[in-house]
């Protein structure tokens, strides 16, 4: 062991090379094994002489033989272990010990490390074999130096083991350690201790104090709270909470563990009325200015803990809940002090504690009217609430980085408050908003106000058309959100030019779009507001961004009253139409999507007009195509800029874009068929799958196609189906073999299947080699385990394929599997079914492919036999499809506890039941044999015999 220090200096230094501190760690590895090493290290940890670093590697090399092979030392080097560790204790921090050195020189870290180990021998120890732990212990105590070591042993054995914070299994050894020293200390050392943190309290050391407060918080969860809440230690802690300084807030933590503590309802109301914390706090609270955050936080912990725990014992106690009730009224000023506190952690705190008292309110409410107090509590709360909600001075609104990012967060925490008022007294919050509203909007006020207080106005309004459901209007007459709509509306925000109150007045325009269909008289001012400098031509980006989006929103909700001015909507948005390549627009091209599908909105209801229709979709599609086709047949060859042609790409990428946004006016076939821009949009898809040929952004071309053709079997029905086979078929080849790809493309010919049935069997039966032979040839790739990614999408993939299967089966349409192009693969795909039905991982393609095997054995098993649709069928129904319903069954790992394995479960007795149904005796036979050779017990198998026999 003569070369232990040189090998600690080694591994502390930061210079070492990463070799030699390999062989380093190697050699440490050879200490911890050898019996003469930990011996070696124990005694070297007690030597005067021993450098900090040497023993702190010491005691890591104890630690780990503890941790490993205790109880596989004998009994004389176990207390040998305990007795050297003891000495050392005493003579480092017994003042008593005439030679103990200063305290102060040992290192924090060493100390801590001290504090591991001892509480390692008492996990092995106490209390059989050492049952005067904690005595021993506390009789080395004659100073704040031991004291402080005692404070960290305790607090560490809690972090270990004590915490309810710690993850313990009940059936664990751990768990039953805890137990046993739990119930032991709680016989006698528990109070013993509890003198010591007495003793430690009543000094001037603050640092002490404060480590002894905070182990005062971890224990009083579980030890007897009349250790702590007496009459020694209350007015102590008490007098702690009321005082600023480095020990209030360890005070106000040590409040809230006690009043969270476990216990009887009605003893914890007795002992809460008896310590009087309802005045304490408040005084607390008004003793200091709310700009002390340091001080006012921790009174809001301990506020909230408070009303959380006064919540529980109201509904435990029930009908008895009285003076629970009282002290939870008390608390309620202290509540709204702190909730409209200026800082949003203060706010915060009580947040809970708020919506507790309004779950209370709301409780009280069903069996009885709120008092004239709780009623104006529920106002305070309201105001308070709401004032939070506005925009501070430092909000940036030009840059948002995180204090933005966390006001937001803290906005939608503070709305919850408002929305919980709404629920419990509409009438109140409607009375306030109006009033508030009356305020805000004054001609004479308006103009004046900051931009904050205007935003806020609207913000209410907003809220509350975010959680009220009713209509705004009723046999003719205005619901109250129907009047705060008509106040917004009535008000000049011409002087409001702020981004906020823009964006928020859009925001409430769109939330209550239904109220233009009965004022009618308003629609056209607010699309002159939405067309206008405030809205589509704002100068700010991210406006006009944001508006673009909500325009759509309102042109959807309000397009059959736009049609007698839809000429004039249009020529005022055509200018922002009007993409180019490369160019920086005045919207960006996803703006400008959500323009095309506010054009389309405002075509489809003028169905009256079928020649305006027609003449507004050529208008605005045919530049877009003519463009499309030059770029896809002449500029893209000629460009050798790459950056250039990607920028044309993107063109083309966005012109399909456009395209699929612009049908979206058309709800249906019969529709589009009376405009004749069925004709325009077939003409589109003919244009686009020249994109196909583009080497650049291929999977994004590929993806925006196959959302055309979404939306064109969506919008053209039947008619569609002329085109999708060449259509399909080029898209088919212009795939790359990817997962992504062919699962994008799957979940396409899966919505024709699903839409057409038997009318997409003609080009479904051209489609199926291809596709499955592109499916088989991704799943059976060699791919690495560690790429978490492509596991994912190889998943996915599969799981779309599952479905198109099921689909083919469900639509009727199963005769593709039998065609002459796709017969001789059909038992290679019903493999795959057995496959994924066995797939335990996947219950939900599971349910899948059992569905599938049952739809298969009802379809094509004829009586007799020889008329089978498919040669081998039978047997494989028989025997296959019966051993993989028996396996998943009974295999162990179908949970059928869970919603998708109960269901999986149903599918698998549906298959058996109806393959039962068609063969009889013949599966009961083999059914036999695969349970006998699964070796269960014959109960078992015959339990389950009877149910297939009886169908049951």
């Known amino acids: 062991m003569e070369n232990f220090e040189a090998a600690v200096a080694l591994a502390y230094d930061g210079q070492t090379a ?8 190697l050699y440490f590895d050879q200490v911890k094994a050898s019996e003469e090493g930990w011996i070696f290290c124990a005694n070297k940890f007690a030597a005067a002489d021993c450098r900090d670093d040497v023993r702190f590697a010491c005691l890591q090399v104890v630690e780990h033989v503890v941790q490993t092979r205790y109880e596989r030392l004998a009994a004389d080097q176990r207390a040998m272990l305990k007795q050297l560790l003891m000495t050392w204790l005493r003579s480092n921090f017994d003042v008593a010990v005439t030679a103990a050195p200063t305290p102060a020189s040992i290192p924090v870290f060493l100390k801590n490390k001290v504090a591991q180990l001892i509480v390692l021998l008492a996990l092995e120890e106490y209390p059989a074999r050492w049952p005067t732990f904690f005595a021993d212990l506390i009789a080395m105590i004659t100073g704040p130096a031991m004291a402080d070591m005692f404070l960290r042993i305790l607090d560490t054995l809690d972090k270990v083991l004590l915490s309810r914070d710690v993850q313990l299994d009940a059936a664990q050894p751990q768990s039953v350690r805890s137990s046993v020293i739990k119930d032991a200390m709680r016989l006698g050392d528990a109070a013993a201790v509890a003198d010591v943190w007495l003793s430690v309290l ?24 009349n250790l702590v809440a007496n009459e020694r230690v209350c007015p102590i802690l008490f007098k702690l909470v009321s005082a600023p300084g480095p020990l209030h807030e360890p005070a106000c933590m040590l409040l809230a563990a006690v009043v969270s503590k476990g216990m009887d309802a009605a003893a914890k109301v007795a002992m809460l009325a008896s310590l009087g914390v309802a005045p304490l706090l408040r005084q607390a609270l008004a003793s200091q200015s709310a700009d002390e955050v340091d001080f006012v936080q921790p009174i809001g912990d301990a506020v909230n803990a408070v009303v959380l725990v006064l919540a529980t014992c109201i509904e435990r106690l029930g009908a008895d809940a009285g003076s629970a009730i009282s002290l939870l009224e008390d ?17 915060e705190s009580v947040l809970e504690a708020a919506l507790e008292y309004i779950q209370h309110l709301k409780q009280q409410k069903a069996v009885g009217p709120l008092s004239a107090k ?17 925009y501070t001075d430092e909000y940036n609104f030009v840059q948002e980085d995180d204090f933005e990012e966390e006001f937001q967060q803290f906005r939608k925490e503070v709305k919850v408050i408002v929305t919980n008022l709404m629920l419990l007294e509409p009438d109140i919050v409607f009375a306030y908003a109006r009033s508030m509203l009356a305020k805000t909007f004054a001609p004479a006020v308006l103009p004046t106000l900051p931009f904050a207080d205007v935003e806020l106005a609207l913000l209410l309004v907003m809220i509350l058309g975010e959680q009220i459901q009713a209509p705004l209007f009723s046999d003719g007459k205005a619901s109250p959100l129907s009047e705060l709509v008509s106040l917004v509306l009535g008000c000049d925000l011409s002087s409001q030019t702020h981004s906020s109150v823009i964006l928020q007045f859009f925001e409430v325009v769109t939330r209550y779009v239904k109220y233009f269909c009965t004022v009618k008289q308003s629609l056209l001012p607010v699309m002159a507001v939405f067309l206008g400098q405030q809205g589509l031509r704002n100068p700010d980006p991210s406006v006009r961004s944001r508006v673009a989006y909500l325009f759509m929103k309102f042109v959807k909700g309000t397009g059959e009253e736009l049609a007698p001015v839809f000429g004039r909507v249009l020529e005022s948005i055509a200018p922002l139409l009007q993409p180019e390549v490369g160019i920086h627009a005045y919207l960006t091209h996803d703006d400008q999507l959500f323009l095309y599908e506010a054009a389309g909105y405002l075509i489809g209801p003028l169905s009256s007009a079928p020649e305006n229709q027609k003449m507004v979709v050529e208008a605005l599609l045919n530049p877009l195509l003519k463009r499309f086709q030059s770029i896809v047949n002449e500029e893209l060859a000629k460009i050798q800029d790459v950056a250039t042609q990607l920028q044309m790409v993107d063109f083309l990428i966005f012109v399909m874009g456009a395209a699929t946004r612009l049908s979206k006016g058309f709800v249906g076939a019969d529709s589009l068929r009376a405009s004749g821009c069925d004709a325009d949009f077939t003409m589109a898809l003919r244009v686009f799958l020249g994109a196909l040929a583009v080497p650049l952004q291929r999977t994004n071309i590929r993806s925006n196609l196959t959302m055309y053709l979404h939306r064109m079997v969506a919008c053209m029905g039947p008619m569609v189906m002329p085109v999708l086979p060449g259509a399909v078929s080029q898209l088919l080849q212009a ?7 062919i699962q994008m493309f799957l979940q396409f010919i899966n919505q024709l299947v699903s839409k057409f049935k038997g009318a997409a069997l003609p080009f479904l039966d051209e489609l199926f080699l291809p596709l499955v032979q592109s499916i088989f040839t991704v799943l059976n790739r060699e791919i690495d385990p560690a790429d978490t990614n492509l596991l994912a999408e190889l998943n996915e993939l599969r799981r779309s394929y599952f479905l198109l299967l099921q689909t083919i089966t469900a639509s009727n349409v199963s005769e593709v599997f039998l065609s002459a192009r796709n017969g001789h693969i059909v038992m290679q795909v019903l493999a795959t079914v057995l496959q994924g039905a066995a797939a335990t991982t996947e219950p939900a393609t599971q349910k899948l492919c059992f569905i599938m095997l049952r739809r298969l054995v009802t379809t094509w098993v004829k009586s007799p036999p020889e008329e089978s649709v498919l040669p081998g069928f039978d047997r494989f129904a028989c025997t296959d499809c019966v051993a993989t319903c028996l396996q998943v069954l009974l295999g162990g790992q179908l949970d059928v506890s869970e919603g998708q394995g109960y269901l999986v479960l149903v599918e698998i007795a549906a298959a058996l039941h109806a393959i039962h149904a068609k063969f009889g005796p013949v599966v009961i036979d083999y059914a036999k044999m695969v349970l006998a050779s699964m070796q269960l017990p014959p109960q078992v198998s015959n339990d389950i015999l009877t149910a297939l026999q009886q169908c049951d």
Do not use: H
């Open 18 to 25: 990463a070799d030699v501190k390999e062989q380093v760690l």
């Open 735 to 741: 795939s790359s073999c990817e997962a992504q790809d």
């Open 374 to 390: 709780q009623s104006e509590n529920v106002q305070s709360l309201l105001q308070i609430a709401v004032t939070r909600l506005k």
């Open 331 to 347: 608390m309620v000023p202290a509540v709204c002090s702190l909730l409209g506190n200026e800082d949003f952690d203060v706010t």
């Open 202 to 225: 009543k000094t001037c050391d603050t640092p002490l104090a404060s480590l002894c407060l905070d182990v005062m918080s971890e224990y009083v969860t579980w030890i007897d709270i």
